[in-house]
Every structure is written in C-alpha cells, then in structure tokens.
C-alpha cells in the first residue's frame, strides 16, 4: 500500500461501496488522496477497500448517514486517525426512485427518502465543516436529473434531490471563501456492473436505450467521478454553488412520441 504523509488530502465518499460511489473512490485514490469509504453496506465497503488497496490509503467505514451520532462519530475517527478533512462526497442514497402512487405513498416511506437523501446530506456537511474550512476544502453533493424531469411515482425521490440540490447553492452561500460547493446531478447510468460482488449483475441494452441519449451510449459511473474528481481540485476553485449535469444530453432532447 502507498504510504501517505501528513499533507495527503483526505477525502470522505458516502455511500461509497457500490455504484457511483465506488468509482468515485477509485477516482480520487488515483488523484493521491487518502479515501474513506463509508457506506451503511459495510460488506460492499470492505469490498471497495479491499478492491482498490493497492492504489493508496483506503478505509472502510461503517455509516448510516441518517443518524446523527453515527455520523458525529465517524467524523471523529477520520480526524482522530487523520488529522484532516479536505473533500466530503455526499453520494449516499436511496437509489430506487418508485413508491407507491401518490394516495398510497405511506408517510413511512416518504420520511425515509428524506431521511437519506436530504437529511444524510445536512448531517454530514453539518459535522464535517469545521474540519473542511480548516483546510478550505470542498462539498460535493449527488443529486439527479429527477429533481427536474420526472415519471411517474418518483414524488419522494424527486422531492428529496430537488432538496439537494437547494440545499448546495445555500451552503455555497453560507460557506462563502472558506468552503467550497457544488452539486452534481447523473442522469441514467448503468451501476449493475459496479456492485458488490453477491449482487453484481452484466447489463443488457437495447439500441434505443443507446439512442435516447445524444452522446450514444448510458452512462459509465466513471463520467461522474471524473467531474467530482475536478470539483474536489483548486483547479476549480472559482466554482461553487453550481449543479453540473451529467446525462449525456437527454435534458436538453425535444423529445415527441411517435404517431
């Protein structure tokens, strides 16, 4: 394993074990930063760690980030092994976005997307700040294109990105110079292929899953580790307060249903 000094950036991945998360991971090891992966799945997050070991420093970690003391103490043991904190990634999330129709969503259901996707999303900034303005470090949140284009049945997702989204620009705000933050919201990318090991599955698609994207193809969850890879780097220290799309221009598509 690479050893690493005591200036190495430390970054912090939510929800790192899987998809999106795990290249994110990869991404950063690559970019020479300490990584801690830290998912409510800790078997996919050993498996992460264990996967991308010989790229650099690499924890697994525990964490449910809807749970405040949870979070608080994983905080605690980042600073306490590290001494730092530069880049937090709030990737974590319910990823399935179909409920109920509205008149059955339960109130249960609801809550818990929000708990996840909006509320994990406050609790780790929250904590996590005091040490990033420390080091002028960055936030970089997931939110998706449903927070503006959505089907059916998606309320409780949608809602709950749509609230990341807002919540990036007002912690831009209130951070100003000293903490940098930006959103990134994916549009369809294909994850089966990225998952722990028990659940991992080859996707199959068509020629019109290709076709509905402009660029040809559904997205890799390498095109969002790159930007979050950007993000987390001075190079884009003149940015915040931003949510860079990442669908492979189905957002701006006009699109007509054949007749």
């Keep these: 394993m690479t050893q690493h ?14 998809g999106i998360g795990r290249a994110i991971c990869r991404g950063l090891l690559n ?27 690499i924890k697994a970690h525990s964490l449910d980030v809807s749970d405040e003391p949870v979070v608080q103490g ?15 990634v709030n990737n974590a999330g319910l990823s399935t976005p179909f409920n109920d129709p509205i008149e059955d969503l339960s109130l249960e259901d609801w809550q818990r997307y929000l708990d996840v996707n ?73 994850v089966g292929d990225w998952q722990k090991a028990r659940t991992r599955i080859e996707p199959i698609h068509s020629p019109s899953d290709l076709a509905q994207h402009p660029v040809g ?23 915040t307060g931003q949510n860079f799309v990442v669908d492979g221009g189905m957002g701006v598509k006009m699109a007509y249903n054949d007749s």
């Excluded at 300490?34 to 997050?45: F, N, Q, S």
Aim: glycine letters at 10%; hydrophobic letters at 40%.
């Design 217 to 239: 193809r559904i997205g890799k969850p390498d095109d969002v580790a790159y930007m979050v890879c950007y993000l987390a780097t001075d190079v884009a220290g003149f940015i």
């Design 5 to 18: 000094s005591k200036s190495s950036k430390v970054a912090l991945v939510t929800g790192g074990g899987q």
């Design 74 to 88: 994983c905080i605690q043991e980042i600073i306490g092994e590290f001494g730092r904190l530069d880049v937090l």
């Design 118 to 190: 909006l509320t994990g999303v406050f609790l780790v900034s929250k904590h996590a700040v005091p040490y990033l303005r420390e080091q002028q470090g960055s936030i970089i949140n997931i939110g998706s294109t449903r927070a503006s284009q959505s089907e059916r049945d998606t309320e409780a997702y949608a809602a709950s990105k749509g609230g990341v989204i807002s919540l990036t620009h007002a912690l831009a705000i209130s951070l100003g110079s000293e903490v940098r933050v930006n959103c990134i919201s994916p549009g369809w990318i294909e």
């Design 31 to 57: 970019q020479g930063m300490i990584v801690i992966c830290a998912d409510i799945d800790l078997e996919a997050a050993d498996e992460t760690a264990s996967l991308y070991q010989d790229l650099g420093t």
